[in-house]
């Protein structure tokens, strides 16, 4: 197995090695990631790259094959734009986990931030710990597995997909445009495909599905922002005209 070593090296230039070396090896080994950001950006082929350590924001965005094992920690925005390959994260995530994701498995084994799978689109995203806050907003496509429990606002505008939990208060966490039902005999088959492959360890009969509501059905809220007052007696909030 090769491997590399990062000492000073910036992100583009480690990126520029590992597309390279991809073309070469099956198999890649980065030591001393020092949590930099970026890290195996827009990767592709099938190798396999292991990271041991933590990395950064943006790991592994637009991945389009190879499989990135980060052995540590992830920053935000892992998985941002990945199209096709995995990405297996041994410990936690920071939020926005698996933006406008398109396709491949990105599997956490341990917790996520807010705003996991915001705008996906397509593939598998697994936390097997907890998630944050507004799980699954404005989704339009793929399935989120998470066997934690979730902040509140889960899958609000949802658009297509599914969103399924373990959590025992899952109804009165979910935004708008979604509802809660029973998950299906071929998401379970679905589902139980995946925990093999990743040995993970979970009945899937416990699982309930947030989807999004009929079409039709749609209700909107709209965001109105406060206004305060600066306490700054030499600033003016209100101008004569």
Excluded at 70 to 91: F, P, Q, R
Excluded at 216 to 241: C, E, M, W
Aim: charged fraction near 20%; aromatic fraction near 6%.
């Amino acid at each position: 197995m090769e491997s590399l070593t990062i000492t000073d090296q910036t992100s583009v230039e480690v990126n520029q090695m590992l597309r390279r070396l991809i073309k070469e090896h099956d198999e890649l080994r980065i030591e001393n990631p020092h949590s930099i950001h970026n890290l195996g950006t827009a990767l592709k082929g099938k190798c396999k790259v292991t990271i041991n350590g933590s990395t950064g924001y943006f790991t592994g965005g637009f991945l389009a094959g190879p499989t990135l094992e980060i052995l540590g920690n992830t920053g935000w925005y892992t998985g941002d734009n990945m199209s096709d390959g995995e990405i297996i994260v041994h410990k936690s995530t920071g939020s926005n986990c698996a933006p406008s994701m398109m396709g491949g498995t990105l599997l956490v084994r341990g917790n996520s931030g807010s705003r996991l799978g915001f705008g996906m689109k397509g593939g598998d995203l697994i936390v097997c710990g907890d998630a944050g806050r507004w799980a699954g907003y404005m989704t339009l496509g793929g399935r989120i597995i998470i066997l934690g429990k979730m902040g509140p606002v889960i899958g609000e505008s949802m658009y297509k997909g599914v969103i399924h939990t373990v959590d025992p208060d899952v109804e009165s966490k979910i935004g708008n445009n979604v509802r809660v039902v029973n998950i299906t005999e071929s998401e379970k088959q679905a589902v139980t495909a995946l925990f093999e492959k990743y040995q993970i360890d979970h009945p899937v009969d416990q699982f309930k599905s947030v989807i999004p509501l009929e079409s039709g059905r749609h209700k909107y809220t709209l965001f109105n922002p406060t206004h305060r007052q600066s306490s700054d007696a030499n600033v003016n909030l209100h101008h004569k005209i």
